[in-house]
């Protein structure tokens, strides 16, 4: 036995290269069944990794806490880390089970690699992009133009469409007269310019609120139509979850 013998083999050859090398019959025949099989194979690809993981993980869990705070702040923090390091091992684990999932079918260990290369291609490179072109194929987002524009006409014409700023003046001096019960501006006993800044902001808000409004549905519905590629790549659910623990996403900023 050679030290090269004693290395763990690549998740990709950890069935396959048994195969070929004629090792998976004499295994099998011995008791071990298939399960317990793929079980220890899972296990020892894990714990082949684990230094890695360890290594990457530590400064991740450094910096985390020093970002901590005392209080429920704290508590909520601290809990947001330990959620996001257990979706990145799902999203390891994943990919460890999917890997020895092809070595057990592949007859080869360069056939097993083949496969998965080209699952990784698809999950990582095409999945995110085919996502995104759905979400932008069917709820497309409009232009910061088209947006400006909608806010000015809402402005100009009304919600209705058919208050201009004109008839929105008469009808607030009219209903300033009624609420002061008197005939004119000039009697008034409080300054109408007030009144009427105060009423067209007011109206403002309306205007923008409802167009920001249709605007954060739409980011929405992008997010929902994106996910529809999470099950050919477990990283565009795994960068979803990532993003709403690490209050990046888009619930977290319409929030803000």
Not at 61 to 84: E, K, P, Y
Not at 163 to 184: C, G
Not at 185 to 204: C, K, M, Q, T, W
């Amino acid at each position: 036995i050679t030290p090269e013998d004693l290395k763990p083999a690549p998740p990709f050859a950890a069935v396959a290269g048994e195969r070929e090398a004629g090792t998976l019959r004499l295994m099998l025949s011995l008791g071990v069944t298939r399960g317990q099989l793929f079980a220890g194979k899972a296990l020892g690809v894990a714990l082949g990794g684990l230094p890695l993981v360890l290594l990457l993980f530590i400064p991740f869990v450094v910096l985390g806490f020093a970002q901590t705070s005392g209080g429920m702040s704290g508590v909520d923090q601290a809990l947001r880390l330990a959620l996001l390091a257990l979706v990145y091992c799902l999203y390891w684990s994943i990919w460890i089970f999917v890997a020895l999932g092809v070595s057990c079918r592949a007859r080869t260990a360069q056939n097993a690699l083949a496969v998965l290369l080209a699952l990784w291609a698809a999950a990582t490179m095409l999945a995110p992009r085919a996502g995104s072109f759905i979400a932008e194929r069917f709820a497309p987002s409009p232009s910061v133009q088209t947006f400006a524009a909608g806010i000015q006409n809402d402005l100009a014409k009304g919600l209705d469409g058919n208050s201009p700023p004109e008839k929105r003046y008469q009808e607030l001096v009219a209903q300033t007269l009624k609420q002061y019960n008197v005939k004119s501006l000039d009697e008034l006993p409080v300054g109408f310019g007030g009144i009427r800044l105060r009423s067209n902001d007011a109206y403002s808000e309306q205007v923008h609120d409802k167009h920001f409004s249709a605007l954060y549905d739409n980011w929405r519905q992008q997010f929902q139509l994106h996910l529809l590629a999470s099950p050919i790549s477990p990283l565009i659910a795994t960068r979803g979850l990532s993003q709403s623990l690490a209050g990046t996403d888009v619930e977290h900023h319409i929030h803000f």
